[in-house]
């Protein structure tokens, strides 16, 4: 407290001093701002087992030396009058086009891998091409069989656009038939279904869409929908404006990785052109309604972006990138400024306003100095509690909530310098002169007097005639809100970042500040809904003794299981669109004799499922059918290690109906010498969003404890009463659970975002409970009465709480309007919670201090033993 003290005297008696320090640090600290980098990435470290095994696939299962991701081109034809057809010559032949500009893109051509890059058109030309190499032949009698079957190398892009250039229309049909006939041994016919829409007919020549692969190289395999490098993002960024540019009677959509960056940060400038201005007006609104005082809504407003530039400032200096998650931090330390802002200034007034001024404007530094001694302990109390509650994002597995947590420690400790040192000494520079000139400068604290007043003094009445009532119907709501939070979702879907489609009041705004395109949402829609994509798939990882008698009829069970899924596509010939070293296999057999011998040789049992010499068998797939057997079967070191499974399914579905179907099909497969592991995209998004529930969870726990030890040490030395502590923790935890209760209520799920509503919740909530428990005790140190220090307490510093509430509830409240889902709920979320953080502060706060005076051990004074018997 000593220190405390002095540092208050210097503040007030050495305020130029401290002005011109603050002044050149922030010169110093601001200087790093403009190279502040950004991070669209979403990222978990503690790998989950699903996670994993889908990294293992992604490095192991490959038919290609490097890692890549691939985006989808949907192309949708149509002529105006619904008759197009996306498997025409002119279709295919303007997509081969559409290609060869790709290719000559710097942007795209950079992390092209261009033999893995493609679709029907290719297939198509390439047939054509290989046909007459083969008849060529046979004119010249130079052919032999192995020559008939392929030719040793792919032809050119150019030399497949030269080849249906010299077609007629006849003929690119009659190929698309024998391509796509069901009973036709086209080496490529699985991979032209997969193209099509599940509508497809197979055999026919005529269809509304198709779609093809944009493949890049990526520095690692890609599992989630944002981890792709900046230089793979600007290829697809590049590519799509290629697409949009082509005229002709096809639409081309395309989904990527790499764009959900760049919609998610264009959402997110629209959001913010959109709330920002309405956050200002509203911080400037209720600084305006409670200082009533031009100069002090000034100086909050300095304050306000000193402590953002401090701290963007230091991240930027630390390094730490600015991501979609710290969207909220400039918001959140707007509330605690204003917050900082009202308690110094509020308390400022109250002990001016009581001592009246003099000319010389010593009154005025007295005045600041006592303001700083009475709310100094609590603004470094809430400090130290506020940080710990953000610091408990530190045991999060996300390293974007990990460093939220950091970021937002920093910008409280930097709300303290520049409210509890910068801004009090430019208000006593500031009103010591003008009050030397004659400006009468004692104004009113918000709350202690009208209409305000009067409503906060509810609290305080509470308190007094019925504290046990409100007690308990605090416990009741707050069992009620814990029950509703074991019923909140988990969600980790990149469609959170996707913006929603602007609403059309929109439209009539002023074109700096108007939404742009915001395609990505309802383009995946189209896509998922239309094709079979790669990244919707459900794969099953099987590791131990692959090759054990039993293994392949395990899969074929497994097989069979997945098929009966109900999330599991069907292909155009109407089977399911399951694949396994299995069906690769019998693929592979059906077009080679010598394998196929191999194959039913380690039949035993007639019943076309090998049981015997597995590893002969899995030797001759490599040797017959290479590339397919890498998809499928991993060997290492001349040992067969692991098997795959692959099951495409509706990529509309519910991630966690598809992770349950899936692990359905992995169970059929375990035994004590095979380890059947359910992984893919879906089930990865589904364990994600397991995490981060368990995240909320764990630093809430973690949170609630570290406040309760540290508050029980300082009431316990500064009070007396360790017991306080509990005290002014439990309406804090109370207003945490009402806010989980209601998200569940209201269907916002917990998501990479309003994961931090919990930690943000408590941390607000911990703030204004302790302003209110110091303030009280203070009254009650003073030689105040039970009663008279809660009434002084409620209306005295629930002015400046609720001067605070409304103007953190309604900065985070706009966020209501923003275009991206994920900022739309974590607003109305912190809204919500602010709200209820309030409340518990200012009404069942003061009853469970009347509690613990009455029926603990609370200290009273001589003049009120029964503490909170009468009125004030």
Known sequence: MERLDRLASVVTERSRLVILLVLVMTVGIGASVTGLEESNQITIDEESESAAADDYVAENFTAGEVNATTSVIAVRYDDGDGSGNALSRESLLRELEFQRELVANESVNETLVA????????????????????RDDERRNEADEDDEKRPSTEPTLEEQIAALESMDDGEVERIVERITDPDSDHPERERVYSLLSRTYDTGSATADARAFVLTQETDGPVRTDVSVSDTVAEGQVAARDIAKSRSGPETYVMVGSGLVGEQEDAAIEDSLAIVGPLALLFVVGTLSIAYRDPLDVALGLVGIVLVLVWTLGTIGWAGIAFNQVMVAIPILLIGLSVDYAFHVVMRYREEYGDNGSDDDGSDVRAAMTRSLNGVGPALA????????????????????????????AIGIGTTLVVFGCFVPACKVELDAALAARGWDRSDRAVGTGGRVGGLLAGGSGLARRAP????????????????????????????????????????????????????????????????RTPDQRGEVLIEGAITDPATLERLEAAESEAAATPVTVDRPTGDPAVDSPLSAMERTAATDEAFDETFREADSDGDGVPDRNLEAVYDAFFEANPSLADRYVHRSNGEYVALRLTMAVDGTADASTISEQVEDAATVLETDALEATATGQPLVATETSEQLATTVAQSLAVTVVAILVLLTAVFRATRGRASLGAVTLVPVAAAVSWLLGTMALLGIPINAVTALVGSIALGLGVDYAIHVTERFGGELEGGADAATALRRTVVGTGGALLSSAVTTAAGFGVLGLALLPALRQFGISLAIGIAYAFLASVVVLPSLLACWVRYGPGTVTESEPTAVAGDD
């Open 115 to 134: 033999e893995r890059t493609g679709g029907i058109a290719n297939i198509v030309a390439a047939t054509a091409i290989t046909e007459d190499d083969v």
């Open 381 to 408: 109390l809430v400090t130290v509690t506020t940080a710990i509650g953000f610091l408990a994002n530190l045991t999060s597995p996300a390293a974007d909530l990990r460093q939220f947590g950091v970021v937002a």
């Open 468 to 531: 046990v009532a409100v007690v308990v119907v605090a416990l009741l709501v707050t069992a009620g809100g814990a029950a509703g939070a074991t019923q909140l979702e988990t969600s980790y879907s990149a469609e959170t970042f996707m913006a929603d489609e602007p609403p059309a009041w929109t439209d009539e705004l002023p074109d700096p500040i108007r939404p742009g395109d915001h395609y990505l949402k309802g383009d995946r829609e189209y896509v998922y809904g239309t094709f």
